[in-house]
């Protein structure tokens, strides 16, 4: 599991955690991305807690991703390019984004964004060093679901 937690004293981070799964009917790995908005802020120890959001269907979101979209996020990664994927389940659609940007200092970086049906957003700014940790973890998982599949034989 890899995780992001960006709070901040306006109250307004997000957490981002990344989890190998299961799918479905089978034992089939998958990847599974948690989103949580900010509960709170402590201004003496200046830190910020989750936990009151996780459960809270309006402020938490949980996506699973396929290979062709792991692939797409690496690659991303990898040549400092857009990613975006979009998801439809139930009454809800999610668009998933991936944007390369520039900080202030010139330091390259990306802005990850999670949106739930046009209005409820969940996002982070993530450094290189951290895409690349997520890039390796993707990696990860893309090697447990294809040896997962070369077993079955």
Not at 12 to 27: P, S, Y
Not at 141 to 152: A, C, D, G, K, P
Request: aromatic content about 16%; hydrophobic content about 30%.
């Amino acid at each position: 599991m890899i995780q992001f937690y960006k709070p901040n004293s306006q109250n307004t981070g997000t957490a981002f955690g990344f989890r190998v799964g299961t799918q479905g009917k089978n034992d089939e790995p998958c990847l599974y991305m948690t989103a949580v908005k900010q509960a709170s802020w402590n201004a003496k120890k200046r830190s910020g807690s989750f936990s009151a959001n996780a459960k809270n269907p309006d402020k938490s979101a949980i996506i699973k991703f396929n290979e062709f979209e792991i692939g797409g996020f690496i690659y991303a990664v990898e040549k400092y390019e857009k990613f975006g994927a979009f998801h439809s389940f139930d009454d809800n659609s999610t668009g998933i984004s991936l944007s390369p940007y520039s900080k202030k200092d010139g330091t390259k970086a990306f802005s990850f964004t999670i949106t739930r049906n046009s209005s409820n957003k969940f996002g982070m700014g993530i450094e290189m060093s951290e895409a690349y940790c997520l890039c390796q973890y993707f990696k990860y998982v893309l090697n447990e679901i294809f040896t997962y599949r070369s077993n079955l034989k």
